[in-house]
């Protein structure tokens, strides 16, 4: 019996390399009598989580022969007519989902089995997976397809944040951002398909248009990836891969469709892929419609919301060249809860002070006011040209166009009181050049452009002016591997421009020019202690401008008044004026530069996987939203929130534990800690994510009767009250006068944190045939709860039991033989 | 042909970068927008109803409408004992020049608001008591009516107390409420769209 397990090209792996993913491959026998009648079986597994692998290809090198793993990881290949032969197994399908489209050559991570197979043990063959260059000794985690799929009517955000280290902040059922590490909106970015997602990223109240039902795989980093990303970078990296468009990828076809009890929505998908020899493509759309939520109580009248998407790609690879081209279409129309409307002090005092939401209606699929509708177009061209073995160009060129009315309830209704067009445009050069003085590295060059108009016909003064930003970038991120470990260094340079025109109230116009140039670098160091233990260790700079909102915000925004930094400032008296626009370059305001240093141990053993991350973060210039005073308005007392800078550190630790503790029963342990402070007014934040705990059971059944596999999975978790909040001040407080507040005055909130809450979630998944189809239901306790992070929590409780019915049909042609 | 290609992606790369970077022209303002959430001056005009010539005044401004600088109530509501008053306003966002009326909005869409008071108890004879802030159907001296046959209240009738009352309070506030204005529907129904609190003097 001869092995050889073999990762390509070594080269090529060598950029390929990281996080492990490692195939058993079992049973693998050969029987021998006709002269066609050998065949060949075996089982592929993930290394990290050893659950089987799925869609995995495997081909034999000198037959037409070939298939691909069953949902059980399970292949099995007959009618062969040599008993010498090379079993390839490619990660096509699986790899690729986690990998993005790096793939080029399209015979990745290839495993050679040679003859004489006859009675082989569990073989462990390491391969490994694609990181991004410049972020490969930071912690990340990654969302399969499986699990996306089954949860196609959550949002990024509430997909995400059952992972170690991500939690979410929203407001409302529809509009949920991803947070990480305590980090959201532009401190993290979200690359959509390579771009970064272009989009109105300012407030908790914008959550980025992407239907997860179109997405292959989801990555979080969870470092400052500033180097290689770029500015906003600071907290973290989302990655949304897209379809790989595999070549040699036989037709394959599926529907799914989803029903959930809470808010009566459906959900549709149709997925349409194929690839041949030098040509593939994929078609994919979804639909989604849920109507008024509930809370265990009450009905969350206009909580509903609408989603339709389109994503379209095509491939041409050629020997040395790849071309790929996709465009994707997303077009939302996302209800707020209308309780949460409260334009005055007292309105807002008395919907703060109300167990119930103000404003209960029957159950309807309308969405009324306030509610934002939003379309998002993406275009992408991408050109990798492998000029040498061992080395490639390519060249990314993006465009995005977002187009966003909000309408909220005031006398106009029929008229947006925010219309926004944003128009992205990204050129990207990168170059992973070959090796040199035993480095391997990635060299790229970006130029991004930004601009922002505001649509006329609102009625009112825009909250956001118009701008352009440019920005012209050059990275380098190299990595030295030693024989137990590697080096990992980054270095960034970033020239940004921006010109800005707005609106006063009086419709005077005010400009602003301002650029900076900033550097950032990173290292990160990756030691192998033993044979199960990888320890990873980086620190990385990242930094961002300031956005508009927080410069610029002037005015009534909901229940509060906010000013941005460039417009207020103190007069000689200690008196908050706000009579005139300050420019950038004669105010105090500078960038917000983190340092983030992350730590990461992974033990994986057979049975048992830990990974422990500890981190902490110092963020200068930190920009935050604090009440400062209460004005006398036309409309009564109204709290008024500035913006601010200050000095901000963090620091926590993520842990989850994977465990098999039978081979039908695993478990999944996960706890996230995070401890924030505001270094220079020695104070708490706000709005951080409380600690959580939770822990999953899974039981999974091998076949019956027809049935192919079948999984059951109950899964508790305990998310805290926020031990760390800030003071609590009722609004009414403010208002009478009670209370003044002055520049120094400490930062509160107007309600306290909620207690923590337990929420049991069940799901049971059944493999059958081409179908699948899953009942998933969660807070199966019903259980009426706030959560810290949704600003909605002043108004109203969350969302209770849901079940949610998927049924998916998946139709493979069989691969033609040559 | 190789060479070619290579050369072609280089300078197609580079024509990309150019384009999107050769100008640095001024960025266009946002449109001029006529505000209509705005108010800035609100001055309530108390008519005596067998004098037209009988005008009590009293004003509030906020002169930078959504600015810190905070709201000013000008002048006291100093009315006569034993008359009877009918109540109109005056509301204007004079952020933009010309000003804006924003009572003939108000008008328009007064299916949507509906005008709620407060006072010192027992300040008129008519209506009696303190108010429907606390409680909508408390006694209200309505003249109009919306289509639905709800109360509006840019006019009201008020007949002041035979007895003298100094530094009482006045309070008026507007509710929007749109597609939630219903009989019953109180003060704390819909957004504010003014919440004016002045000084009552009946002498």
């Not at chain 1, 009618?79 to 399209?106: A, I, P, Q, R, W």
């Not at chain 1, 009086?506 to 990888?534: L, P």
């Not at chain 1, 949704?790 to 040559?818: C, H, P, Q, W």
Request: hydrophobic share 35%; net charge negative; proline share 4%.
């Amino acid at each position: 019996m001869i092995f050889k397990g073999h990762i390509g090209d070594v080269s090529f792996a060598k950029w390929l390399i990281l996080l492990i993913i490692s195939m058993f491959i079992s049973h693998l026998g050969m029987t021998q009598s006709n002269d066609c009648n050998y065949s060949v079986s075996g089982m592929v597994f993930d290394q990290e989580t050893k659950e089987p692998l799925p869609f995995v290809k495997i081909k034999l090198k000198n037959s037409p022969k070939g298939g691909y793993t069953d949902s059980k990881g399970k292949f099995f290949i007959g009618g062969l007519c040599s008993e010498k032969d090379s079993l390839l197994v490619t990660c096509d399908g699986y790899c690729d989902l986690l990998c993005g489209g790096n793939h080029e050559k399209n015979e990745p991570l290839p495993i050679y089995l040679a003859q004489e197979v006859q009675d082989l043990g569990p073989v462990q063959v390491v391969g490994e997976y694609h990181k991004e260059e410049g972020t490969q000794s930071i912690s990340q985690v990654n969302i399969s397809q499986k699990e996306i799929k089954n949860a196609p009517t959550k949002s990024l955000a509430d997909l995400l944040s059952g992972q170690e280290g991500v939690s979410m902040i929203s407001a409302g059922a529809n509009v949920q951002l991803p947070v990480i590490h305590g980090l959201h909106g532009n401190r993290i970015l979200i690359l959509n398909n390579g771009l970064k997602h272009g989009f109105q990223n300012w407030g908790s109240e914008h959550a980025p248009e992407i239907d997860i039902s179109s997405a292959n795989s989801i990555t979080v980093i969870k470092g400052a990836t500033g180097v290689r990303f770029g500015p906003e970078a600071l907290g973290g990296t989302i990655i949304v891969n897209p379809n790989p468009l595999d070549l040699n990828n036989p037709l394959g076809l599926e529907i799914g469709t989803g029903f959930q009890t809470n808010g009566l929505g459906m959900h549709s998908t149709l997925n349409l892929e194929q690839g041949v020899e030098k040509w593939s493509y994929f078609l994919n759309a979804g639909f989604t419609k849920i109507g008024d939520r509930s809370t265990p109580s009450y009905i969350m009248t206009n909580s509903g919301k609408e989603e339709k998407s389109v994503n379209i790609g095509v491939r041409y690879h050629s020997k040395k060249w790849d071309f790929r081209a996709y465009y994707g279409y997303v077009d939302q129309n996302l209800a707020l809860l209308r309780s949460s409307v409260a334009e005055s002090g007292n309105a807002f005092v008395y919907a703060v002070n109300s167990d119930r939401p103000t404003f209960i209606r029957p159950f309807s699929y309308a969405i009324n006011e306030p509610n934002q509708l939003t379309q998002h177009q993406m275009g992408k061209a991408e050109v990798n040209w492998h000029y040498s073995d061992r080395a490639k160009l390519s060249f990314i060129s993006g465009i995005q166009l977002n187009k966003r009315e909000e309408y909220d309830v005031r006398r106009d209704v029929a008229l947006p009181i925010i219309d926004l067009e944003l128009l992205t445009t990204d050129y990207q050069l990168n170059w992973h050049h070959p090796k040199w003085f035993k480095l391997d590295g990635l060299i790229g060059i970006q130029v991004f452009r930004q601009e922002n108009i505001n649509n006329p016909g609102t009625q009112t003064t825009p909250f956001i002016p118009n701008y352009r930003s440019m920005r012209y970038s050059a990275f380098i991120t190299e990595t030295r591997k030693f024989n137990n470990s590697s080096l990992e260094l980054g270095a960034r340079v970033d020239y940004e421009s921006n010109s800005v025109a707005g609106r006063e109230t009086s419709q005077d116009i005010f400009r602003d020019d301002f650029e900076f140039t900033n550097a950032t670098a990173s290292i990160g160091y990756i030691q192998k202690i033993s044979e199960n233990t990888v320890f990873r260790t980086n620190l990385g700079t990242a930094w961002r401008t300031p956005n508009m909102a927080e410069l610029f915000s002037f005015g009534q925004h909901g229940f509060k008044s906010s000013f941005g930094l460039l417009r207020y400032y103190w007069n000689s008296t200690n008196g908050l004026r706000t009579d005139k626009v300050i420019p950038l370059n004669e105010s105090s305001v500078s960038p917000e530069r983190g340092y983030k240093f992350t730590n990461e141990l992974k033990i994986i053993k057979k049975k048992h996987q830990h990974t422990f991350t500890a981190y902490s973060h110092y963020i200068e210039n930190y920009i935050f939203d604090r009440p400062m005073a209460v004005i006398g308005t036309i409309r009564g007392p109204m709290p008024v929130f500035v913006f601010d800078q200050t000095n901000a550190f963090f620091a926590g630790a993520d842990y989850s534990w994977k465990a098999n503790w039978t081979k039908s029963i695993s478990g999944v342990t996960r706890l996230s800690y995070l401890w924030s402070w505001n270094v220079t007014s020695n104070e708490t934040l706000i709005n951080q994510p409380p600690a959580s705990i939770s822990q999953k059971f899974i039981w999974k059944q091998k076949g019956f009767c027809k049935v192919k596999s079948s999984e059951l999975s109950v899964e508790g978790g305990y998310t805290f009250t926020q031990f760390q909040a800030p003071r609590t001040i009722a609004p009414e407080e403010l208002i009478d006068g009670t209370l003044e507040l002055t520049s120094e005055s400490e930062i509160f909130d107007f309600k306290d944190a909620p207690d923590g809450y337990f929420l049991l979630n069940i799901s049971w998944k059944l493999d059958w045939k081409h179908f699948s189809t899953g009942i998933s239901a969660t807070n199966v306790l019903n259980q009426s709860y706030r959560d810290y992070l949704n600003e909605m929590r002043y108004f109203s409780d969350e969302i209770g039991v849901n079940v949610l019915f998927t049924f998916n049909y998946r139709f493979k042609a069989k691969k033609k033989s040559k | 042909m190789k060479q070619f290609r290579n050369y072609g992606l280089i300078a197609m790369t580079i024509a990309g970068i150019t384009i999107t970077s050769c100008k640095k022209e001024e960025v266009a303002p946002p449109a001029e927008e006529n505000e209509l959430e705005v108010i800035t001056d609100v001055k309530l005009v108390f008519t005596n109803a067998a004098d037209p010539s009988d005008v009590v005044e009293a004003n509030a401004q906020d002169p930078d409408g959504g600015g810190a600088q905070s709201l000013t109530i000008l002048n006291d509501i100093n009315l006569d004992t034993s008359k009877t008053y009918i109540l109109t306003y005056e509301i204007a966002n004079n952020l933009d020049t010309p000003g804006e009326d924003i009572g003939a909005e108000i008008l328009a869409e007064d299916d949507e608001h509906q005008f709620f008071f407060s006072f010192s108890n027992d300040a008129f004879a008519n209506p009696t008591g303190d108010g429907n802030v606390d409680a909508a159907s408390d006694p209200l001296g309505y003249n109009d009516q919306d289509d639905n046959g709800f109360p509006v209240g840019l006019s009201t009738t008020w007949v002041t107390s035979g007895t003298q009352l100094s530094s009482g309070t006045f309070n008026i506030r507007l509710q929007h409420q749109p597609g939630i204005k219903t009989a019953t529907s109180g003060a704390n129904d819909g957004d504010t769209d003014f919440d004016l609190t002045f000084v009552l003097n009946i002498q």
